[in-house]
């Protein structure tokens, strides 16, 4: 089991810049893919970004903005988020999922955080 706490998320014009951590429990966390996925208001959840051992992935929509990072040592994973614009107002979630393929589809992940709240004002 992983249990995954998601933080940081807040207000910002556009243009600023915040950064997401997840938190996770667990042993194990070198061994899980970790993901970053939003949902905004009347829309579906979408992939974010994706950090495995083997490298880093990005949605188009934020290839430039964003950064993943995780940090093996303190079981955290975080997102930073540059240039934001309104689009990018969303609920961000954190995931987890084993090595296997299927980096950017939501079904494949195994654990999820809480979510929080990412506005982003014009």
């Known amino acids: 089991q992983v249990q995954l706490v998601e933080s940081g998320g807040g207000l910002v014009q556009a243009g600023g810049s915040l950064r997401l951590s997840c938190a996770a429990s667990?042993?194990?966390?070198?061994?899980?893919?970790m993901g970053w996925f939003r949902r905004a208001p009347g829309k579906e959840r979408e992939f974010v970004a994706a950090i495995r051992y083997s490298g880093t992935y990005y949605a188009d929509s934020v290839k430039g903005r964003f950064t993943i990072s995780r940090d093996n040592a303190k079981n955290t994973v975080s997102l930073q988020m540059n240039s934001l614009k309104p689009e990018d107002t969303a609920v961000y979630y954190c995931a987890a999922k084993g090595l296997r393929f299927g980096d950017t589809d939501p079904m494949r992940y195994d654990y999820w955080g809480q979510g929080t709240q990412v506005t982003v004002s014009s």
């Open positions: 667990g042993r194990t966390f070198i061994s899980y893919v």
